[in-house]
Nanobody
Framework: QVQLVESGGGSVRAGGSLSLSCAAS????????MSWFRQAPGKERDIVAT??????????TYADSVKGRFTISRDSDKNTVYLQMDSLKPEDTAVYYC????????????????WGQGTQVTVSS
């Protein structure tokens, strides 16, 4: 059984910064992909940033809406993924979810088998 435990999040004013972390525990192998999604009230769960192994190195991608403001990073030895969020905007307000998978990667939620509990990020104007 694999568990993803998230920490971080909270409330901040526009222009501020927050950081999230997500650690995989339990029967873990090295995760192929670990990514961040977010879901605002009444909206679908959308990709924020992804990480995956490719050609022996870690590759990262970002949604256009966060590119240049958010940074995803990963510590494979600890099976942990981080999300540094800078220059936050009110439209970044959402519940943020960590997701991981042993063999798949992508921007669709159904590609990930393991999910964190979610953490609230609120950005006020």
């Amino acid at each position: 059984q694999v568990q993803l435990v998230e920490s971080g999040g909270g409330s901040v004013r526009a222009g501020g910064s927050l950081s999230l972390s997500c650690a995989a525990s339990g029967r873990t192998f090295s995760m192929y992909s670990m990514s961040w999604f977010r879901q605002a009230p009444g909206k679908e769960r959308d990709i924020v940033a992804t990480s995956r192994w490719r050609g022996g190195t870690m590759h990262y991608t970002y949604a256009d809406s966060v590119k240049g403001r958010f940074t995803i990073s990963r510590d494979s030895d600890k099976n942990t993924v981080y999300l540094q969020m800078d220059s936050l905007k009110p439209e970044d307000t959402a519940v943020y979810y960590c997701a991981a998978d042993l063999i798949r990667w992508g921007t669709a939620p159904n590609l990930y088998d393991y999910w964190g509990q979610g953490t609230q990020v609120t950005v006020s104007s």
